[in-house]
């Protein structure tokens, strides 16, 4: 089998295609949970603690010079990405818990037995007679 063939085998099985849904939409997602963060949350708790806009703190190691850029730890944006981090962390775990108990409840629900005639159940109780004898 050459390689172009066996190559579009794999990339065609269901689960790799399903993974790939998976990561467009979740690449998605994330780019909301950024926006959401950034500029819903951020903003409140900025003014709340005295006007700081998150995204702008930094500490500066060495300042600019005709040659080089400045040296600066941008703690600010890591705050807003932990952020992002918590709150897809947190809605991944309530998707994840949410089809835990549908899958539990599909299990706990058995399937039940067809339910027998009266001749049926009469011709089942005679056999059983009939078997212990």
Do not use: H, W
């Not at 998976?22 to 950034?38: C, D, E, P, Q, T």
């Not at 040659?67 to 947190?90: E, K, L, M, P």
Request: net charge positive.
């Amino acid at each position: 089998m050459s390689i172009l063939k066996e190559f579009k085998a794999f990339a065609m099985r269901g689960n790799v295609v399903d993974m790939a849904i998976g990561i467009i939409i979740g690449a998605a997602f994330g780019k909301i949970i950024s926006s959401l963060v950034n500029d819903v949350l951020m903003p409140p708790v900025g003014l709340l603690l005295g006007g700081v806009d998150f995204s702008y703190l930094s500490l500066t190691l060495k300042s600019a010079t005709e040659g080089a850029n400045a040296v600066v730890i941008r703690y600010g944006a890591f705050i807003n990405t932990v952020i992002d981090f918590v709150i897809v962390a947190f809605c991944m775990f309530i998707v994840v818990k949410g089809m835990n108990k549908l899958k539990k409840a599909e299990e706990k629900a058995p399937e039940a037995p067809p339910k027998l005639s009266k001749e049926a159940e009469l011709l089942s109780e005679i056999k059983e007679i009939l078997r212990n004898k």
